[in-house]
């Protein structure tokens, strides 16, 4: 199974940038590497995602490394809201795991005002 | 603005019973999941469907099916419920191609007394 690493939990203070890291060795050519995250007492919502470039959007960026082993999620200016817990995630292309996405047991994110 | 909707957020069954729990979704998706998530573990894949009718083993399929007679609805159900089947459930929902995000229920407490 594809599998990711990530630290169990990390601190920020608010309106500070915070990197969130993940390894992901055995990931194959054609994975994406997902991000979401799950706020208390709701689903996970989607973040970012990307395959080789690094990716902007209006929540956050990804940093993908160049042998693509490890990314990291970097919140620009962390708030209140962004605590959560993160998961980094692959999205597998192959046969019959496609589209199914690896869960790990994620980051709990504390920011404090 | 809701995409994907849990029947429930809150059961309470009993031992033995058979329990069902529902997940619409509204996007025309190929793809949907069920995932159980438990303090410290994550969330694992219970079971997936990549099309009408057509259903895949997760991670943790035993003492569930699924059914999927129609494209927007995926359904959870417990034949015999159990105490050890008390969790949160998720249902998720993702188009067929990779490169697109996931999004996810609210999510269904459910507790087997």
């Known amino acids: 199974d594809a599998k990711t690493t990530q630290p169990n939990s990390m601190e920020s203070n608010e309106e500070e940038p915070v990197h969130l890291p993940c390894n992901h060795s055995t990931i194959s050519g054609t994975d994406y590497i997902h991000w979401y995250r799950q706020l208390p007492s709701q689903g996970p919502e989607y973040v970012i995602h990307g395959l080789t470039s690094n990716v902007n959007n209006r929540m956050a960026s990804l940093a993908i490394a160049e042998d693509r082993k490890s990314s990291t999620l970097i919140l620009h200016r962390a708030t209140l809201r962004d605590a959560a817990v993160y998961y980094c995630?692959?999205?597998?292309?192959?046969?019959?795991?496609?589209?199914?996405?690896?869960f790990g047991r994620g980051t709990q994110l504390t920011v404090w005002p | 603005d809701v995409k994907v909707t849990q029947s429930s957020r809150y059961l309470v069954k009993r031992t033995g019973e058979k329990v069902f729990l529902e997940c619409v979704q509204d996007?025309?998706?190929?793809?949907m999941f069920w995932y159980r998530q438990d303090p410290g573990l994550g969330l694992r894949l219970i079971y997936f469907?990549?099309?009408?009718?057509?259903?895949e083993k997760g991670d943790i399929p035993e003492g569930y099916s699924v059914s999927r007679e129609k494209k927007e609805r995926f359904s959870l159900i417990l034949e015999s419920a159990s105490t050890n089947q008390t969790s949160m459930y998720l249902c998720a929902s993702l188009q067929g191609v990779v490169d697109t995000e996931a999004f996810f229920g609210q999510g269904t407490r459910l507790t087997v007394v």
């Open positions: 469907s990549y099309d009408v009718k057509m259903k």
């Open positions: 996007m025309d998706h190929e793809n």
């Open positions: 995630i692959l999205r597998l292309d192959r046969g019959s795991t496609l589209g199914r996405l690896y």
